[in-house]
């Protein structure tokens, strides 16, 4: 799953269209969620942004706004990123559902570097208060881990106001996708003790290598963040069946669905 898209905000929002799992105590009802950084060229020896927030938005309204953990706050130099390299600003575990809008908050710390050394403050337009505002309309699965890269468009966001003076005008394209799937079963009956067990062949030990573990509650079981490829999926219970082998191919952006387990 992928989406790409292109616009130079205006104030207020614009309308647009490597993890593993030790536990499943929080990921069948989460999505991994990482906010990534990147750039055009732009005809600058440095354009400096000082990224203070990230945000993402549930619902749509003023109360549905929940902070996404900062990597770093402060300046990025934006043409550090050119040329397909990128930054993670923020990630972690969130809801899986709906997400309406994300917003980059910046602050007063912005300023361009021309060719001849020669530093320029840049002033964020008014209007732009409460953060740079993209409508997203996402839905995360749970287990899967998500990626939007925000393309910060330095060459169309820098405008030069004819006096010596610039401004910033952020110009921004989004690419978001799903980078890793998932691992989901039923085991029957549901009150017996297991263990699901994610294994993956090493091609040089020639073992099975354990690359995830999860503890099965309520007779379901899912294991997030898996690379796609094929794995050995072993359900394990506690005591008096043997486990139970089965094979899984998962692809990014899906959950593989083993089915029902069943023990008698």
């Known amino acids: 799953m992928r989406k790409n898209l292109f616009f130079c905000l205006i104030a207020g929002a614009v309308g647009l269209g490597g993890l593993s799992s030790c536990s499943n105590e929080d990921v069948t009802s989460t999505s991994r969620f990482e906010v990534r950084l990147t750039d055009a060229p732009a005809d600058y020896a440095k354009v400096l942004v000082d990224i203070q927030g990230v945000e993402y938005n549930v619902n749509g309204t003023d109360a549905g706004w929940k902070t996404l953990p900062l990597k770093r706050a402060g300046v990025y130099n934006l043409l550090d990123f050119r040329n397909g390299a990128d930054t993670i600003l923020a990630g972690e575990e969130i809801a899986a559902g709906?997400?309406?809008?994300?917003?980059?908050k910046l602050g007063e710390n912005n300023s361009i570097v021309l060719k001849d050394g020669k530093t320029i403050s840049i002033k964020v337009p008014s209007g732009f208060e409460s953060g740079l505002k993209l409508n997203l309309h996402a839905e995360f699965q749970a287990g899967v881990a998500y990626v939007l890269t925000v393309d910060f468009d330095a060459a169309k966001s820098v405008v030069a106001q004819g006096n010596g003076k610039y401004?910033?005008?952020?110009?921004?394209?989004?690419?978001?996708?799903?980078?890793?799937?998932?691992?989901?079963?039923?085991?029957?009956?549901?009150?017996?003790?297991?263990?699901?067990?994610?294994?993956?062949?090493?091609s040089v030990t020639q073992k099975n290598d354990t690359i995830a573990a999860?503890?099965?509650?309520?007779?379901?079981?899912?294991?997030?963040?898996?690379?796609?490829?094929g794995y050995t999926?072993?359900?394990?219970?506690?005591?008096?069946?043997?486990?139970?082998?089965?094979?899984?191919?998962?692809?990014?952006?899906?959950?593989?669905?083993?089915?029902?387990?069943?023990?008698?």
Do not use: H
């Not at 709906?98 to 980059?104: D, E, P, V």
């Open 98 to 104: 709906k997400i309406s809008q994300i917003r980059l």
């Open 214 to 229: 999860s503890i099965v509650k309520a007779g379901r079981f899912l294991i997030g963040g898996v690379a796609e490829g």
């Open 233 to 264: 999926v072993s359900v394990a219970p506690a005591y008096k069946f043997q486990p139970k082998d089965l094979n899984a191919n998962v692809t990014i952006g899906n959950i593989f669905d083993l089915g029902v387990v069943a023990f008698q």
């Open 167 to 202: 401004s910033l005008k952020p110009c921004l394209r989004t690419y978001e996708k799903a980078v890793r799937g998932a691992v989901a079963g039923k085991v029957t009956p549901d009150t017996l003790s297991t263990t699901v067990y994610l294994l993956k062949l090493n």
